[in-house]
């Protein structure tokens, strides 16, 4: 649609300014406008596209005092991260903030806001982080106050790959609203990729502050913050990774092994990065070359033709795009009802509709592009088109297996390979196969840390410590032990690790008999499930260990979890439970009560996946 004078309220001069600006701008760069404009309103529909925020406020809330409470809900670090710059950018424009993780929020200080700021991510099958239980179960209690005079806003993170996508921001949100509270502006749910949205609800809710604080004088323009690094931090980042040279891949399991774990070390050198055990490193992958050429050959494409990349602005050959930008291995709720919009398709018109929710997720489950284009016959849709509604291909992010004060300068990894079949074809982990067939030493990867403030060593070195790690679980334990054993920590420790065999699976075994004949390590339980004939995992032997361990816990030891959310963590949670309950004498509610103080105390914290 042209402009034109005489069918909008502008000038003849604007008219033109704007004919010639708007047919140039990506669909990004619109979302952002049409959020910097809302926002200068005070008000206006949700950032995220394709995830629909409750209901926009109805009108700004009377001025009141700038204060403002920012919470944050966080278990890998990215909402309190996002949390931390929303503080210092509004610190900037004069307002007096209080930030906080909900698990150490006092919840009798509610009643006392008028400016609440939630950031919150979803974990799993739509729950909340470790952190935020306590403050999301006291607010959807009967113990929750009215709170007719706050106003509020929410930013959600999430991963549309996920059923329940941004569930906990959309629940805060909506009972924030139950209780009386009022919208500074509107939810915005971000996927994977958040640094544009996230940036355009901070742009949002400062210039919806300082209006509604009467008169705090900061534009949107000026509020909207900037992502990038702090003074004194690294110029490397999420957006700005660092290429590291690859030293050393190697393969931990033995001959004969149906595993494959990569160890993996790459050079910081130069680079003025810094991590700390149970930080992450995320590592920006390349598709698989074989599932790029079926693909490109399943819809008759041109492997060298041009197409936008992400974000819009440049253009790659179709292939190179492919490999290194775009994400081709899931199939998300919002892929799917893209792509039927897209190509008129009756089929997935008919999946995607309303009331096929289950038929939908059933169907996405263990499929990729691939599948979606050859059973949907999609041949044929432009390339130009398609990759428009496909998402940015994500970093993956890998606990760090090593302390930097043992090896300056480097860092290192634990990788898994994936590999499985699936709907009659062999499937591949994007990062895994990537790390373990095509980089060889000598190579660089795209790198940034991810530093997650919710896994950490205790400041006291004498506290003791209880590492529970399957599998590349014990990737962070392997970095707690060095990191220990270079400030000569005093504390004892304790490791339970499992794999398949004790032959072929024992990850890092010459390493932790060194610690333990260095008195580094305290004690190590083993379980090797598939040794013999009855399945044996750590949850059995910390059970067998169970006195013990109680012993531990009465003298304050901080328990660690990594490794599998689904069984695992679940496994040993109940484990626990179990050992307070035969030892400790706890009522199984007791117990729970005290598993929940423990992480409120960061003494029992997890990194599980």
Known sequence: MVLQVTNS?????????????????????????????????????????????????????PAVPKEVTILFGSQTGNSQGLAKKTAAKLKEQGFEVTL????????????????LLIVVSTQG????????????????????????GLNFSVLALGDTSYE?????????????????GKRLSPRVDCDVDFDEPAAQWMAQVSAALNEATAGGGASAAAAAPALGAAAGESEYSRTNPFQAEVLENLNLNGRGSDQETRHVELSLEGSNLTYEPGDSLAVYPQNHPRLVEELIEAFGW???????????????????????????????????????????????AELTAAGREQDLRAYAYGRDLLDLVQDYGLKGVPAKEFVSILRKLPARQYSISSSQKAHPDEVHLTVRSVRYE????????????????????????????????????????????????????????????????EIGASGKSWLFFGDRRFSTDFLYQTEWQRWLKAGVLTNMDVAFSR?????????????????????????GAVVYVCGDEKRMAHD????????LEQEGGFSSDEALEYLKRMQQDKRYQRDVY
Request: glycine share 8%; proline share 8%; net charge negative.
């Open 9 to 61: 309220p502008f000038t003849q001069e604007q008219v033109e300014l704007l004919n010639r600006l708007l047919p140039t701008l990506t669909e990004a760069q619109r979302n952002w406008l049409g959020g910097y404009l809302a926002a200068l309103q005070g008000a206006g529909a949700p950032a995220a596209a394709g995830a629909p925020a409750a209901a926009a406020p109805a009108a700004i809330a």
């Open 100 to 115: 906080s993780s909900m698990g150490d929020f006092k919840t009798g200080d509610l009643k006392k806001i008028q400016n």
């Open 125 to 148: 099958e739509g729950d909340p982080p470790d952190n935020a239980i306590p403050f999301y179960e006291f607010l959807h209690g009967k113990r929750a106050p009215k709170l007719e």
């Open 164 to 180: 329940f996508f941004c569930k906990v921001g959309k629940d805060f949100d909506q009972r924030l609203e139950e209780l009386g």
């Open 302 to 348: 041109n492997a060298e033709e041009a197409v936008p990349l992400p974000k819009g602005g440049e253009t790659a050959p179709l292939r190179e795009a492919l490999t290194r930008h775009y994400e081709i291995t899931v199939l998300t709720k919002p892929l799917l009802e893209q792509a039927a919009k897209l190509t008129g398709n009756s089929g997935l």
């Open 422 to 485: 699936s709907h009659g074809r062999n499937r591949y982990g994007v990062c895994s196969t990537f790390l373990a067939d095509r980089v060889e030493p000598g190579d660089t990867l795209p790198v940034y840390v991810h530093h997650n403030p919710n896994f950490k060593l205790p400041a006291d070195p004498a506290t003791p410590i209880i590492m529970i790690g399957p599998g590349t679980g014990v990737a962070p334990f392997r970095a707690f032990l060095e990191e220990r054993e």
């Open 531 to 555: 040794d013999q004939e009855q399945k044996v995992y750590v949850q059995h032997r910390m059970l067998e260990k169970s006195r013990e361990l109680y012993k531990w816990l009465q003298e």
């Open 572 to 579: 040993v949670h109940a484990a626990l439970a179990t050992i």
